[in-house]
Antibody
Framework: VQLVESGGGLVQPGGSLRLSCAAS????????MSWVRQAPGEGLQWVSA????????YYADSVKGRFIISRDNSKNTLYLQMDSLRVEDTAVYYC???????????????WGQGTLVTVSS | QSVLTQPPSVSAAPGQKVTISCSGS????????VSWYQQIPGTAPKLLIY???KRPSGIPDRFSGSKSGTSATLGITGLQTGDEADFYC???????????FGGGTKLTVL
């Protein structure tokens, strides 16, 4: 299993970024995928998830209405569109494969290397 | 404030054993499986334990997990300096409909 994130960078408050996660080594469409973030010096926070089929998206309250998760199973790629970014969204964002096609009750069995998002003026 | 409670730090000498606790409630640990993740500084988290006590392939049997009621425990025996890392517990919270994590425990091998 390999997960490779891209798209992070420096953005001003109110700006947008689109993260991508290229997956390989497993049947992508069979597994739910998640984004988990880690603010500098802090712990892990589950941000967003999507089922293997692309339905039932989940969002943490802190990002609801600003972030959109999606996936393209034909390209084995997961996305996170982040709009109206805030300083408190600054974090390393990890793409994580979940243990089944649904994220309910699941765990994260593979992680990407992470991509840093910095929101600052 | 994390939903799951872990000690901020633990330490032990090389070759010794250490345990890390993770405390929750009936809505999370009490009725759902627990997983544990190891994060070596500067790297991504890695799955250590899933379904309370199962090890993925490649994880040595020095690492073990257990659960009792609303608490879970990660055990590490034969400590090595390479085990120094942050450890996180995680589980599903049925009331929140969220995956929740503990705040993390920093392991120092003296």
């Amino acid at each position: 299993v390999q997960l490779v994130e891209s798209g992070g960078g420096l953005v001003q408050p109110g700006g947008s970024l689109r993260l991508s996660c290229a997956a390989s080594g497993f049947t992508f469409s069979k597994f739910a995928m998640s984004w988990v973030r880690q603010a500098p010096g802090e712990g892990l926070q589950w941000v967003s998830a999507i089922s293997g089929s692309g339905g039932s998206p989940y969002y943490a309250d802190s990002v609801k209405g600003r972030f959109i998760i999606s996936r393209d199973n034909s390209k084995n790629t997961l996305y996170l569109q982040m709009d109206s970014l805030r300083v408190e969204d600054t974090a390393v964002y990890y793409c994580a494969k979940m243990s089944s096609g649904s994220y309910y009750g699941g765990y994260f069995d593979s992680w990407g290397q992470g991509t840093l998002v910095t929101v600052s003026s | 404030q994390s939903v799951l409670t872990q000690p901020p730090s633990v330490s032990a000498a090389p070759g010794q054993k250490v345990t890390i606790s993770c405390s929750g409630s009936n809505s999370n640990i009490g009725n759902n499986f627990v997983s544990w993740y190891q994060q070596i500084p500067g790297t991504a988290p890695k799955l250590l334990i899933y379904d309370n006590d199962k090890r993925p392939s490649g994880i040595p049997d020095r690492f073990s997990g257990s659960k009792s009621g609303t608490s879970a425990t990660l055990g590490i025996t034969g400590l090595q300096t390479g085990d120094e890392a942050d450890f996180y517990c995680g589980t599903w919270d049925s009331s929140l409909s969220d995956v929740v994590f503990g705040g993390g425990t920093k392991l120092t091998v003296l």
